[in-house]
Every structure is written in structure tokens, then in C-alpha cells.
């Protein structure tokens, strides 16, 4: 099984600050990274998938990178609506979730 | 507007079965593979299993394969998930989503809480 490792599990940044989330895998997924974001007591919410693909509706400001085993999250100009916590996803093979990372306002 | 609603839920005993529903709208249900995913308490998410849109096929997570069944009518539009013999551990939030690369639309999730 392919292991998906989030860091950090919290974020803490200001708004206005650009803010990298990151997600390694056990093993290379050849790009097949989602990132969903769960506001609190919300369902889950894609944001990207297949590495850099802009979910419909999702603000510029959120956008993807990565390849093989590295992923990122980037936020370039954090809002206060931005506060999450965001998983990434992998469905090359058996798919799975990462633990989270949970960004919050300072 | 896609919507997924998900149903069934609810306080289950150990050892029980329960059958959870999710009735999908605004969008032509047979044309997509669906899938269930889970959240525990502690927020561990958990992708159980899909089925192909002609309900054809499935895959299921290799823990959960011999108690968990995926099924779907496209004339009710309706995805369900059979859960057998449920353990305490089985206790989560049951999300229903329609997938595409990938969960892409999640309904708003059903509470299982397996306790006696």
C-alpha cells in the first residue's frame, strides 16, 4: 500500500502570506495527487486534482505542483476563509488519503 | 447543481448490519463511477470503495472487502452501501461522492456510530 505523508499537520500563517502545504508519497503516483479542503463541520471539497487542475469555482490564489513521490499545495495570498484542514489524495494504485494539515490565522 | 444525500445512519449495535442510501441529483447518475469514503472521529479519512457506472464492477479496500457491500440502482439514481458485521472501529461519517479522478463531488455525510 502507498503510504501519504502530510507536513506540517498544523500551519499557522497570516493573511496575505503565501503558505506551501506539502504531501510525499511511499512511493511514485505519477501525478495522480488530489487536495481536498474540509472546512470544520463541512463535507470535504475538491480543490485539485490530478496534481494541478483547478476544480471549477476554485479561487485562482490555490494552485498545485509536484511529481513522482512530492507534492505541494500552494496558497499565494492567504484569506481568512482559507482556514481548513486539507488533504491530498492519491489514485494511482489503491487509493488514499493523507492525514491532514490544518491551517489556521495567526 | 450536483447533490448528493446520503441516509441510513445512525447507533448500530457490534455485530449488526446497516445499509446506508445516497440518492444523487443534477446530473445523469448511470454516467459515473460512485464511491464511499469515510471519516473517523479522529479525522482519518478512508476510501472504502467504487462501483462502475453500470454497477458492473467494484473495488473495495482490502480490509473492508468481506463486510462491506457497494451497490447501485440507476433507475432511482441511488448509490447504497451494506455494511455487515460493524465494529466499533467501523464508527465514522460516511461520505458518498461521485468520482472523477478521484472523489470530486462529496455529499454532506451520514453519522454511524457502532456501540452497544
Known amino acids: 500500500d502507498i503510504q501519504m505523508t502530510q507536513s506540517p499537520s498544523v500551519l499557522s500563517a497570516s493573511v496575505g502570506d503565501r503558505v506551501t502545504l506539502n504531501c510525499k508519497a511511499s512511493q511514485n503516483i505519477n501525478k495522480y495527487l488530489n487536495w481536498y479542503q474540509q472546512k470544520l463541520g463541512e463535507a470535504p471539497k475538491l480543490l485539485i486534482y490530478?496534481?494541478?487542475n483547478l476544480q471549477t469555482g476554485i479561487p485562482s490564489r490555490f494552485s498545485g505542483s509536484g511529481s513522482g513521490t512530492d507534492y505541494t499545495l500552494t496558497i499565494s495570498s492567504l484569506q481568512p476563509e482559507d482556514v481548513a484542514t486539507y488533504f491530498c489524495f492519491q489514485h494511482n494504485s489503491w487509493p488514499a488519503f493523507g492525514s491532514g494539515t490544518k491551517l489556521e490565522i495567526k | 447543481e450536483v447533490q448528493l444525500v446520503e441516509s441510513g445512519g445512525g447507533l448500530v449495535q457490534p455485530g449488526a448490519s446497516l445499509k446506508l442510501s445516497c440518492v444523487a441529483s443534477g446530473f445523469t447518475f448511470s454516467d459515473y463511477w460512485m464511491s464511499w469514503v469515510r471519516q473517523t472521529p479522529g479525522k482519518t479519512m478512508e476510501w472504502i470503495g467504487d462501483i462502475k457506472y453500470d454497477g458492473s464492477y467494484t473495488n473495495y479496500a482490502p480490509s473492508l472487502k468481506n463486510r462491506f457491500t457497494i451497490s447501485r440502482d440507476n433507475a432511482k439514481s441511488t448509490l447504497y452501501l451494506q455494511m455487515s458485521n460493524v465494529r466499533s472501529e467501523d464508527t465514522a461519517t460516511y461520505y458518498c461522492t461521485r468520482e472523477y479522478y478521484g472523489p470530486h463531488y462529496w455529499g454532506q455525510g451520514v453519522m454511524v456510530t457502532v456501540s452497544s
Open positions: 490530478n496534481t494541478n
